[in-house]
């Protein structure tokens, strides 16, 4: 009955026995084998770990060379060929590994020196970026910093100009209205002197009608009284209107002579003076000629020019709007001028171009022609050559400002008195 309850047991529980069983004899072999190698190291006089260590690699060995003869034992060959064969592919392997991991090292080092390379390539790449932008950045502000300077220098060069322009347009201005008043107060003065001339002579010839009517009434009176006398055979008498009469033209041949001493050496009462009386000769000229426009640049408008008038105002050159002198624009003394002289191109002499300079500054005239600008220079430098007119104002060497101005409007009251001049040029920008 037991072997039949025992026969009866559960595979679960045989295996279960079973495991328990060889638990259990494991644990006492581990005791023995643990007692084994504590007697044999202690015999070997070794630690118990290196005893134990040693034995398990030998056992090790063994496991894989019993493994080895198994396996040369089922594929047929001797031991030796097949461990040997081991050996050698072990050998490989590790080759193999060996090579691998220098393979992977190289390829390591080659990646790490490109990446190394390409570091130091982007470092240099950006360092090159920045040290451009740098210098870009650099020569904007070079550029800007001279901007500004050329800048400020072309605003000071203009600030400068402005104040130069200014300036010569203030003096320009004053000068040009000190010239124009003065012009327009010579122009008064010879117009008033003009006016006052020609009152004189009116008066003058208004009393010389008067003489000449109370003369042809005397003569007319004496007549009919010699014609009673002869008729009463009475001697012609006397009257007194042929004695008033011979008494005028006395008085008037003594008013010439005291006006040819006045008039001077050039001419008497108008007339040309005789080479015998030991007098030179004065020339005079006029006609129209054209000046440069004060007004339109280029243009050109027409003027009378004259020279002066008798006596000590004969080297004064006159200028007159139209050739009937009604208003005289200017004069100029001849012997300021530094320069009288014809053009020298060939369209200037073709129009008669010449030219008088005073202060440096050049006043052109067109005469029409050569032959006429010729004549007009030639007359101009003999009158400034003579010094007997200024002799006569008293400025041969010195010129008296004052007494200059009072000849130059005393040119200009003879002239207004004459029948011809030449033409000008504008007050406003000619200092003559």
Known sequence: ?????????????????????????????????????????????????????????????????????????????????????????????????????????????????????????????????????????????????????????????????????????????EAEAKAEAEAEAAAKKAQKESDEAAAAERKQRAAERKAERLEAEAKAAAAKEREEAAAKGLPPPVSQFETAANAMQELKAKDDAEKAATVGADETN??????DEGVVNVPKMEGSVLRPSSKNEGEWVSRWLSTGGTGKTADILCCYKSKEKKKLLNAMKLYIATDIRCGTEPQEQEEGLFIITVNGKDYPFKAGSPESAQEWVGTLLRLQKNTQFRAKRGSVVDADAAADASAAQEAGAAAASDESLLSGYNPSSDPM
């Not at 595979?11 to 004899?25: I, P």
């Not at 108008?270 to 080479?275: A, C, E, F």
Request: glycine share 4%; no cysteine.
């Open 1 to 173: 009955k037991k072997k039949k309850k025992k026969k009866g047991k559960s595979h679960s529980e045989d295996e279960t026995t079973l495991e328990a069983e060889v638990t259990a004899d494991g644990a006492a072999d581990a005791e023995a084998q643990q007692e084994d190698d504590v007697k044999e190291a202690d015999k070997l006089g070794v630690p118990l770990e290196q005893f134990q260590a040693a034995k398990a690699e030998r056992q090790r060995v063994a496991a894989e060379e019993a493994q080895e003869r198994a396996e040369a034992k089922k594929a047929g060959v001797p031991y030796e060929q097949f461990h040997a064969a081991k050996l050698e592919r072990e050998r490989n392997s590790v080759e193999e590994a060996r090579e691998k991991e220098a393979r992977e090292k190289a390829e390591a080092e080659k990646r790490e020196r490109e990446a190394s390379e390409r570091a130091e390539q982007l470092a240099a790449a950006k360092a090159t970026r920045e040290q451009a932008s740098r210098a870009e950045q650099e020569a904007k502000e070079a550029a800007a910093k001279a901007e500004e300077e050329e800048r400020e220098r072309a605003k000071e060069e203009r600030l400068e100009a402005g104040k130069k322009a200014t300036a010569e347009r203030k003096a320009k201005a």
């Open 270 to 275: 108008g007339s040309p003076l005789r080479p």
